[in-house]
């Protein structure tokens, strides 16, 4: 059965303080992974797409590497504002027409100032 | 700024009663999802339409759900007769595939959710 699994559940960050966000997975024939960022009352925003291992992408603070088995989510010198829930989301079936996105339950990053 | 809309963005029911949820996906997307998000399961897929066709309604129970589009801009979910267990928050979200592939690219785009209470 595929699985996403994201650790730790919920992180505390004191401002500028900088950290790693965990997502594992296991799932047959990765197409790409997601991560995504949920503030409260919100839906999912999309930040970045990730499809083999050894790629990274970057935004601002935030910087997704992808392995065979994990993704990390790094936050560098992390601001007030980036308090949020980050999500993690595989897409599998590859080599299939389909594309549905399964979740992990995310982790709750709170950073204080 | 493209968005998918949905409404309504809260309601409080009564078990027993309809529920109807609508979303309009950004205009020009051919796939559509339907999640819900409680604190116990996180985010659920219940259905998934590409091309307003069901391609995916496992993750849905069958017996009170259904889920349509009747049109290219419009994808519903229904809950008849609703029960408390259903109070949650759903999302749609809409992306685009091409060739009847994927296109991963940009992820898909979530709306903003319905928040539902069933008393």
């Known amino acids: 059965e595929d699985q996403v699994t994201q650790s730790p559940e919920a992180l505390r960050l004191q401002e500028g303080e900088s950290s790693s966000l965990n997502c594992s997975y296991t799932?047959?024939?990765?197409?790409?992974l997601f991560w995504y960022r949920q503030d409260p009352g919100k839906g999912p925003e999309f930040l970045f797409t990730l499809y083999s291992a050894g790629e990274e992408k970057e935004k601002e603070r935030l910087k997704a590497t992808l392995t065979k088995k994990e993704s990390f989510l790094h936050i560098t010198a992390p601001k007030p504002e980036d308090s949020a829930t980050y999500l993690c989301?595989?897409?599998?079936?590859?080599?299939?027409?389909?594309?549905?996105?399964?979740f992990g339950r995310g982790t709750q990053l709170t950073v204080w100032p | 700024d493209a968005r998918v809309t949905q409404t309504p963005r809260h309601k409080v029911t009564e078990m027993g009663q309809e529920v109807t949820m609508r979303c309009q996906p950004i205009l020009g997307h051919n796939t559509v999802f339907w999640y819900r998000q409680t604190m116990m399961q996180g985010l659920e897929l219940l259905a998934y339409?590409?091309?307003?066709?069901?391609?995916?309604d496992s993750g849905m129970p069958k017996d009170r759900f259904s889920a349509e589009m009747p049109d290219a801009t419009l994808a519903t979910l229904k809950i008849q007769p609703s029960e408390p267990r259903d109070s949650a928050v759903y999302f749609c979200?809409?992306?685009?595939?091409?060739?009847?592939?994927?296109?991963?690219?940009?992820?898909?785009?979530f709306g903003s959710g319905t928040r539902l209470t069933v008393v």
């Open positions: 989301a595989v897409v599998a079936d590859r080599g299939s027409t389909l594309g549905r996105l399964y």
């Open positions: 339409f590409r091309n307003r066709a069901p391609l995916d």
């Open positions: 799932v047959s024939g990765l197409r790409g």
């Open positions: 979200a809409s992306g685009l595939a091409m060739e009847n592939r994927p296109r991963l690219d940009y992820g898909y785009t």
